[in-house]
């Protein structure tokens, strides 16, 4: 039996930017790998939309491709602890619930993929602690190969922060007697390794890893909590920074990444313009060049580290005749394949119009790293 024991690790990055504005942090988010028991589910993965300890209402999409060719008419995720009386990922030995975490007491699901057209129906077994998402009507085989994803949206993360895993089983018909110790014969399956803390740390157990830090200054800091990124003239000692209509104002932040994640991965940025109230400057769209006076937000990637890429139909550019901000969110970069602290750099820019209203504006970016082993 082929065992694979995964970590991964999470870097949240807050921070302030002042004009008549600040710029909030960034902050990623970072996600899973998993284990072999039956044929290997792979590339698999689970990217959580909020790594804070105890969040509720959280959703975790859950990302595999089919090794063997099949019916499948349950797929069940079950989820572990780290404790010494736990097995972790490791599929068949003992399964201890981390605290807190629950897939909801009406578990919900949404934007299944890959697998045969019909009434899916979330489920939950073991006091919601384990999910499941069955449709007996799935008779079709499923093929090979087949990318399947789905996005749990009722959960709760563990209470504590730390490691946590989800073990991941496919099945042709429904498991109606499942137990991690009895698990019954699943068509594939693999594990997760997600996280609720900011901690990089690796051990000799640790296969897939990911390092991902997100700063302002020469070198990573992996002790911050939070980074200062103004736009604008200083004024005074004040640490106020203004902004006016007679020039573009930019400053950078830079993250770095290492995985050894033989798919690569991609880099999400999720968050809004800058507002004041009801009051907003613009996000840039797509390709803009920011001109002194015309009122825009946005940012483009000034820096591509080693086997990092602007990523393909995001709408964000390498230049600054390309500044966008997508407000809805998605995918930023990718990474191509295995790298060694690769270094990218993002570059934000704003100009006022003469009829921007004064004001403190402020916002919120986050971003998230998911590697695909």
Avoid at 10 to 39: D, K, N
Avoid at 109 to 134: K, M, Q, Y
Avoid at 242 to 258: A, E, G, L, P, Q
């Amino acid at each position: 039996m082929n065992k694979q024991k995964t970590k991964r690790f999470s870097s949240v990055l807050s921070g302030v930017l002042a004009t008549f504005m600040l710029l909030g942090g960034i902050a990623p988010i970072l996600l899973g790998s998993q284990t072999v028991y039956a044929a290997e589910l792979e590339p698999r993965y689970i990217n959580m939309s909020d790594s804070t300890a105890g969040k509720v209402g959280v959703s975790y999409a859950v990302n595999f491709t089919t090794a063997t060719a099949g019916n499948i008419e349950e797929v069940i995720v079950d989820f572990c602890s780290e404790s010494a009386s736990s097995g972790g990922p490791i599929i068949g030995t003992a399964c201890v619930a981390p605290t807190g975490l629950s897939v909801g007491s009406t578990p919900t699901a949404t934007g299944v993929t890959g697998l045969n057209s019909g009434t899916w129906t979330a489920g939950d077994i073991n006091g919601t602690t384990t999910f499941t998402l069955t449709d007996t009507s799935a008779t079709t085989s499923v093929a090979a190969g087949t990318a399947v994803s789905f996005n749990i949206t009722s959960m709760t993360n563990p209470t504590a922060e730390g490691t946590f895993y989800a073990r991941v089983y496919t099945y042709a018909t429904p498991n109606t007697t499942y137990t991690a110790t009895s698990i019954g014969t699943p068509t594939d399956d693999g594990g997760d390794a997600l996280s609720t803390n900011a901690t990089i740390g690796v051990t000799a157990t640790v296969q897939e890893t990911l390092s991902f830090c997100v700063y302002t200054g020469a070198s990573c800091n992996t002790t911050a909590t939070s980074a200062a990124v103004p736009l604008g003239n200083q004024i005074g000692t004040s640490g106020i920074y203004v902004i006016d209509s007679s020039s573009v104002y930019t400053n950078t932040v830079n993250f770095s990444v290492s995985t050894n994640a033989i798919n690569g991965g991609t880099i999400y940025l999720y968050g809004g313009t800058l507002t004041s109230g009801t009051n907003t400057i613009p996000a840039a769209p797509t390709g803009t060049t920011i001109t002194a006076g015309t009122a825009y937000f946005g940012l483009y990637l000034s820096t591509l580290g080693t086997n990092v890429t602007v990523a393909t139909g995001s709408g964000y550019g390498s230049t600054s005749t390309a500044y966008y901000l997508n407000t809805a969110g998605g995918p930023l970069a990718t990474i191509s394949a295995p790298v060694n602290a690769s270094v990218s750099t993002i570059t934000y820019g704003v100009t006022a119009s003469n009829t921007t209203v004064p004001g403190q504006y402020t916002a919120n970016h986050q971003l998230v790293a998911t590697p695909k082993f």
